[in-house]
């Protein structure tokens, strides 16, 4: 749906609002999420946590899924602007997509569709599968852990979550209970990434020895509200305080919410971590490095927000060293798009969404039936409900994705520090650095604090 303001859209939304919705039909628990064994004709039931940019579009591409029924949306605010584009979002306009979907599809009827507010019904409801949790970054972990601990299969959007702890505690989580969990960095089903990834693994390049990830600065305003810093009052039908949850109490602004809290620190990480939930992930993949991490980060540059809310990196340039003698590059500077492999002999191979291009000596290279290959998924949506089935692991599982996300974050800490920092990725603290160590976490508001604290200790 293109992108209106909020009164067109509660004008067009009037139009079907009685449409496309049958009585509701309760469908016995299977816990796919889990060890559960379902009958192939089953269809996954599904429920979106957090309708905004990404959410919305997300739950579209399961939604054409015949093997998914929707059956629940759940997000703090029923519609409001501050968007793409400046245009509206939430749980009223999700809902209104998938009306319209259901009514125009000829073999899908929407059955029951629930709507609430807070994420703590969906875990409670024994007829949910699996859930996608498509929320700002402070609320990816609380709502993870609640939901592997439900037995409940996992879509998570990239970046995996706020902090280091954070990841770590989702990824034993999804270990201990035994759970499908798929992190939203669809870059692991594109062939192109795939590809130059393979050839880095068969030693195509020969020794790497730096692996350079461009990734985008600044602080665009994609929500037109740049200068809508002003304390106002929530929009009607937006639970504000359940919005900032275990993020530091702050008086509402439209700058603050939207599509632009990615600017700020309480919140996420900037454009850093937004992409490095992408560029990075690949790195990792390609050099085997996918459960251990850096060893120092250096060479740290960055220039900061200049604005009353937004504050985090607008330019930046990271070196992570890997005991397994590399360097990765996470820059703004980069001269090429997307990730770059550079090998012995001016080899080199490098990969953007939907192409790759190699050096003059890698040209014509083919693989064999020999050679090593990574787990191929064509269709990221399609490859988690397919593992929720099946109760195969996912191509984007939570360690990997923790991983990948650890290094922007330690380039985010080193920038704030302006300061080389040692790196121990078994323990995963940084050495002899106590100031360091301590911005690893984030304070809770109560009442998460004790709710996240008691679902860590459980695992």
């Not at 629940?72 to 793409?84: H, I």
């Not at 989580?173 to 992190?183: C, D, L, S």
């Not at 810093?229 to 602004?253: H, I, M, Q, R, S």
């Not at 703004?332 to 770059?340: D, I, L, N």
Request: hydrophobic content about 35%.
């Amino acid at each position: 749906m293109k992108q209106v303001n909020r009164r067109t859209f509660l004008k067009n939304a009037a139009i079907v609002a009685g449409g496309a919705i049958v009585a509701p039909t309760i469908i016995p628990s299977c816990a796919r999420g889990g060890n559960g064994r379902v009958a192939p004709s089953d269809k996954v039931t599904m429920a979106l946590i957090g309708c905004g940019n990404q959410g919305g579009h997300d739950i579209m591409q399961f939604a054409n899924n015949d093997k998914v029924q929707v059956v629940a949306l759940c997000d703090v605010n029923k519609v409001s602007d501050g968007y793409w584009a400046g245009g509206v979002g939430g749980r009223d306009v999700v809902e209104f997509r998938l009306k319209q979907f259901y009514s125009e599809s000829k073999n899908k009827t929407l059955r029951g569709l629930r709507l609430v507010e807070d994420f703590r019904e969906i875990m409670d409801m024994d007829d949910i599968d699996a859930v996608e949790i498509a929320t700002p970054d402070h609320w990816h972990a609380i709502p993870s852990l609640m939901a592997a601990k439900a037995g409940k299969a996992i879509f998570c959007q990239k970046p995996l979550a706020l902090t280091i702890p954070e990841g770590r505690a989702i990824s034993d989580a999804v270990k201990k209970y035994n759970v499908v969990f798929q992190t939203g960095s669809q870059q692991r089903s594109d062939q192109n990434f795939r590809f130059i990834c393979e050839l880095v693994r068969n030693g195509k390049l020969g020794k790497v020895h730096t692996v350079s990830c461009a990734l985008p600065g600044g602080v665009p305003d994609y929500g037109r509200n740049i200068d809508k810093t002003d304390p106002v009052p929530p929009p009607e039908g937006f639970n504000y305080d359940l919005w900032l949850g275990p993020a530091p109490k702050a008086p509402f602004a439209p700058a603050r919410t939207g599509v632009n809290f990615r600017w700020i620190l309480d919140y996420s990480g900037g454009q850093i971590t937004d992409w490095g939930g992408h560029h990075p992930d690949i790195a990792q993949w390609g050099m085997g490095t996918e459960h251990t991490g850096p060893v120092k980060i250096r060479s740290s540059q960055a220039e900061w927000a200049d604005h009353p809310i937004w504050n985090t990196a607008t330019q930046y340039h990271v070196e992570a060293e890997f005991a397994e003698g590399f360097k990765m590059l996470l820059t703004t500077k980069a001269r090429h798009g997307g990730v770059m492999f550079e090998g012995e002999d001016g080899r080199w191979a490098q990969a953007d969404r939907g192409s790759h291009q190699l050096s003059e000596n890698l040209e014509g290279v083919t693989l064999n039936d020999n050679d090593i290959r990574l787990y191929k998924s064509e269709n990221h949506f399609r490859n988690f409900i397919d593992c929720v089935i099946s109760k195969e692991e996912t191509v984007a599982p939570a360690e990997a994705a923790h991983r990948s996300i650890t290094i922007a974050h330690l380039g985010n800490i080193s920038m704030m520090l302006n300061q080389e920092l040692e790196w121990d990725p078994k323990t995963e603290r940084f050495i002899n650095n106590p100031t360091a160590n301590f911005l690893l976490n984030r304070n809770m508001r109560e009442p998460w604090s004790s709710i996240y604290n008691k679902l860590v200790a459980e695992l």
